[in-house]
């Protein structure tokens, strides 16, 4: 596609639910990123995909997140038992990094997650 | 190291004047920084970069300098305007993943 897309655009949930959040990457592009965003905050880093080494999810709040990378392309973002404090819009971004380093990185426009 | 939760901070400026915007970056390996702005309810998007070769590089309205010695990094917007208004981030970034700086809100009064 043109961009990052990212499903659904919100999701209500009630509390202890499971949720997916699911990322389209631009065609192409190697690099995935998660973060998290709370209201009126910053980008939280969650989870970061590289071609086919080993994400690094060194920004994963808990063992009830968790994240793949199937095929190099599609990401699903799932969320087990979900809590009140989880509600936030879940960001999603694709680069390519070339041989000397990074590229910029392309962000869908989120998913705002609501737990009630 | 990375931006966990933290409230951000307002740069209030009045329309016309030049806005000027900073971020410390973290790693003195990077050699690749990029500004975003991300307005309500949208996803960041790119503004401009810049790769430790340089020390300033230009676009629209805008300016970025790098200060490799103290790892400062500044995003200037000339004559600011009301659509100007949105939060602003850094990101630094070499072979890894980028880093975002924490924000900053930018606040445009007429």
């Known amino acids: 596609g043109a961009g990052v897309s990212q499903s659904p655009s919100n999701k209500v949930t009630e509390k202890g639910k499971d949720v997916e959040l699911r990322c389209d990457p631009i065609?192409?592009?190697?690099?995935l990123y998660w973060y998290r965003q709370s209201l009126g905050q910053g980008l939280e880093f969650l989870i970061y995909?590289?071609?086919?080494?080993?994400?690094?999810k060194s920004g994963l709040p808990s063992d009830r997140f968790s994240a793949e990378r199937t095929g190099g392309s599609v990401s699903t973002l799932t969320i087990q038992r979900t809590q009140q404090e989880d509600s936030a819009v879940y960001l999603c971004?694709?680069?390519?990094?070339?041989?000397?380093?990074?590229?910029?990185?392309?962000f869908g426009q989120g998913t705002r997650l609501t737990v009630v | 190291g990375e931006s966990v939760g933290l409230h951000l901070p307002t740069l209030s400026v009045q329309e016309g004047d030049n806005s000027i915007i900073n971020c410390a970056y973290s790693?003195?390996?990077?050699?690749?920084f990029i500004w975003y702005k991300q307005e309500s309810g949208k996803g960041p998007q790119f503004i401009i970069d810049?790769?430790?070769?340089?020390d300033k590089r230009q676009g629209q309205r805008v300016t970025v300098l790098l200060n490799k010695t103290v790892k400062h990094l500044s995003l200037q917007i000339a004559a600011t305007q009301p659509g100007d208004s949105a939060v602003y981030f850094c990101?630094?970034?070499?072979?890894?993943?980028?880093?975002f700086g924490a924000g900053t809100r930018l606040a445009v009064h007429p």
């Open positions: 810049i790769r430790s070769n340089m």
């Open positions: 065609s192409g592009h190697t690099a």
């Open positions: 971004a694709s680069s390519s990094p070339i041989a000397w380093g990074n590229t910029e990185a392309f």
């Open positions: 790693n003195s390996a990077s050699d690749y």
């Open positions: 990101a630094e970034g070499g072979y890894n993943k980028l880093i």
């Open positions: 995909f590289q071609g086919n080494s080993a994400p690094d």
